[in-house]
């Protein structure tokens, strides 16, 4: 086992790592820019290094200056979280180039899976179903014509490297195929310094599934079930659910074998998110992210395992500590994304929190490093917190959730707790009918 953990990340999921070594007996070190030298996991950690100024390129995105900070205070492990360098394949060679442990998966599968085209070439060797479109890249209008022929319109044109929405373009026919091609290259080039795109079918009203699975890198893979995301403002997750109220039995356990399987073949390990849309019964890959997701809490919830535990675990070579009998999946769980946010506009709005009261219960979780009197940065994701509910099935917990969304209170800044405390007295949500264009459309009728 690891002697001392680098968190490389910071917020909310920098404190939920943070708890996961203490627990583990393990040593931490907090690095931070200056922007957060308040912030509670540094507060809390056993040793904290500041590796620059607020701007993410010059603190969280600064590889040498972690490496360093590895370096100065001996750790031997480096836990990225999310977002920032989680899926940086070169970040990954540069830690095993000093003996330091990424505690995630090999930078070659963070490749193979950061390039949107090679990993759903991977996704169909692997027999895992994909959406039909490109087997590549393509830049000829020509071609892009004679695939969205073939597929059938509506088609949607993605960024090879992209994420989040950017680079992403619909053509509802023929007449729209040129000028979304041309754009959808000119925002992937200018988002993410590579304009290669390709061409997949356009689902009209599928949920957004998402499958956790974890390998131990040695040919041995689990999946720890599914999470529904299929609430979405702008291709960002708002509201995720464990399990997806649109599964029965039967369809959990095929995808998830599926998954399990793909990832004990392809040798990989630590956690992954194996991402679908979803409809009419059929599973369509999308992507997959090598790292843990925001949404791990309600995995947690659901299974009783400790996710980064298990993190740890795998990197440090202690393989999996379970088998796929051991799963049970014993209730629901809803996530609420508590943002620093406009309720309406969705504008930022940093500043000061002058109180900040969690609600509490049975079946009530907060992952939040937030506290009254801390100052929101203007520099980074308006995440600030949040609101995990179980119960024992979906009713229970959104008899629960409302509770606690009532009782949940931040004073000095706008959240989004006013879409939550509208989304979960909505019909069509108590329902569990919903799919991934839902939230903007409900949006744009009460403006």
Request: glycine fraction near 10%; charged fraction near 25%.
């Given at each position: 086992?690891?002697?001392?953990?680098?968190?490389?990340?910071?917020?909310?999921?920098?404190?939920?790592?943070?708890?996961?070594?203490?627990?583990?007996?393990?040593?931490?070190?907090?690095?931070?820019?200056?922007?957060?030298?308040?912030?509670?996991?540094?507060?809390?950690?056993?040793?904290?290094?500041?590796?620059?100024?607020?701007?993410?390129?010059?603190?969280?995105?600064?590889?040498?200056?972690?490496?360093?900070?590895?370096?100065?205070?001996?750790?031997?492990?480096?836990?990225?979280?999310?977002?920032?360098?989680?899926?940086?394949?070169?970040?990954?060679?540069?830690?095993?180039?000093?003996?330091?442990?990424?505690?995630?998966?090999?930078?070659?599968?963070?490749?193979?899976?950061?390039?949107?085209?090679?990993?759903?070439?991977?996704?169909?060797?692997?027999?895992?179903?994909?959406?039909?479109?490109?087997?590549?890249?393509?830049?000829?209008?020509?071609?892009?014509?004679?695939?969205?022929?073939?597929?059938?319109?509506?088609?949607?044109?993605?960024?090879?490297?992209?994420?989040?929405?950017?680079?992403?373009?619909?053509?509802?026919?023929?007449?729209?195929?040129?000028?979304?091609?041309?754009?959808?290259?000119?925002?992937?080039?200018?988002?993410?310094?590579?304009?290669?795109?390709?061409?997949?079918?356009?689902?009209?009203?599928?949920?957004?599934?998402?499958?956790?699975?974890?390998?131990?890198?040695?040919?041995?893979?689990?999946?720890?079930?599914?999470?529904?995301?299929?609430?979405?403002?702008?291709?960002?997750?708002?509201?995720?659910?464990?399990?997806?109220?649109?599964?029965?039995?039967?369809?959990?356990?095929?995808?998830?074998?599926?998954?399990?399987?793909?990832?004990?073949?392809?040798?990989?390990?630590?956690?992954?998110?194996?991402?679908?849309?979803?409809?009419?019964?059929?599973?369509?890959?999308?992507?997959?992210?090598?790292?843990?997701?925001?949404?791990?809490?309600?995995?947690?919830?659901?299974?009783?395992?400790?996710?980064?535990?298990?993190?740890?675990?795998?990197?440090?070579?202690?393989?999996?500590?379970?088998?796929?009998?051991?799963?049970?999946?014993?209730?629901?769980?809803?996530?609420?994304?508590?943002?620093?946010?406009?309720?309406?506009?969705?504008?930022?709005?940093?500043?000061?929190?002058?109180?900040?009261?969690?609600?509490?219960?049975?079946?009530?979780?907060?992952?939040?490093?937030?506290?009254?009197?801390?100052?929101?940065?203007?520099?980074?994701?308006?995440?600030?917190?949040?609101?995990?509910?179980?119960?024992?099935n979906r009713v229970e917990c959104m008899m629960r959730l409302r509770?606690?969304?009532?009782?949940?209170?931040?004073?000095?800044?706008?959240?989004?707790?006013?879409?939550?405390?509208?989304l979960v007295g909505n019909q069509d949500i108590a329902n569990g009918?919903?799919?991934?264009?839902?939230?903007?459309?409900?949006?744009?009728?009460?403006?």
């Amino acid at each position: 086992m690891f002697q001392k953990i680098l968190i490389a990340n910071r917020g909310e999921i920098a404190l939920r790592i943070l708890r996961a070594a203490k627990e583990l007996g393990i040593q931490t070190v907090a690095v931070h820019s200056t922007a957060d030298a308040d912030a509670m996991h540094v507060r809390l950690a056993d040793e904290s290094v500041c590796i620059g100024p607020p701007a993410s390129r010059d603190s969280y995105l600064n590889i040498h200056q972690i490496v360093a900070a590895c370096e100065i205070t001996g750790a031997d492990a480096v836990h990225p979280g999310y977002g920032f360098l989680a899926e940086n394949a070169k970040f990954a060679d540069i830690l095993a180039a000093h003996n330091i442990t990424f505690i995630g998966p090999s930078g070659d599968h963070i490749r193979v899976m950061g390039d949107k085209i090679e990993a759903k070439r991977t996704a169909k060797r692997l027999g895992i179903p994909v959406v039909p479109g490109s087997d590549g890249a393509v830049s000829e209008e020509g071609e892009a014509k004679r695939i969205a022929a073939e597929i059938g319109y509506p088609v949607i044109i993605k960024a090879s490297a992209g994420g989040g929405g950017r680079g992403m373009k619909v053509a509802r026919s023929e007449a729209d195929l040129e000028m979304a091609l041309a754009t959808a290259r000119t925002e992937a080039g200018a988002a993410f310094g590579d304009d290669a795109v390709y061409i997949e079918k356009y689902l009209q009203k599928p949920r957004h599934i998402e499958v956790q699975i974890f390998g131990d890198g040695a040919g041995k893979g689990v999946h720890l079930g599914e999470r529904d995301c299929s609430l979405q403002r702008r291709h960002q997750k708002v509201w995720e659910e464990a399990n997806s109220p649109a599964l029965n039995a039967e369809e959990r356990s095929r995808i998830g074998d599926i998954c399990a399987k793909a990832v004990a073949d392809l040798g990989y390990s630590g956690a992954g998110t194996i991402e679908f849309l979803y409809e009419d019964g059929e599973f369509y890959f999308i992507e997959m992210n090598t790292r843990l997701q925001v949404e791990h809490t309600i995995t947690e919830a659901i299974t009783g395992i400790d996710l980064v535990h298990e993190q740890i675990r795998v990197a440090s070579g202690g393989g999996l500590s379970v088998t796929q009998d051991d799963v049970r999946f014993q209730g629901h769980a809803i996530e609420c994304r508590i943002n620093a946010e406009d309720p309406r506009t969705f504008a930022p709005s940093p500043g000061t929190i002058t109180h900040f009261h969690t609600p509490g219960g049975l079946g009530i979780r907060v992952d939040s490093g937030v506290y009254s009197g801390y100052r929101i940065p203007p520099y980074y994701d308006s995440l600030i917190g949040k609101l995990i509910v179980h119960g024992r099935n979906r009713v229970e917990c959104m008899m629960r959730l409302r509770r606690a969304l009532n009782e949940f209170v931040v004073d000095g800044i706008k959240t989004t707790l006013p879409l939550f405390q509208d989304l979960v007295g909505n019909q069509d949500i108590a329902n569990g009918d919903y799919d991934i264009h839902w939230l903007e459309k409900h949006l744009a009728a009460h403006d």
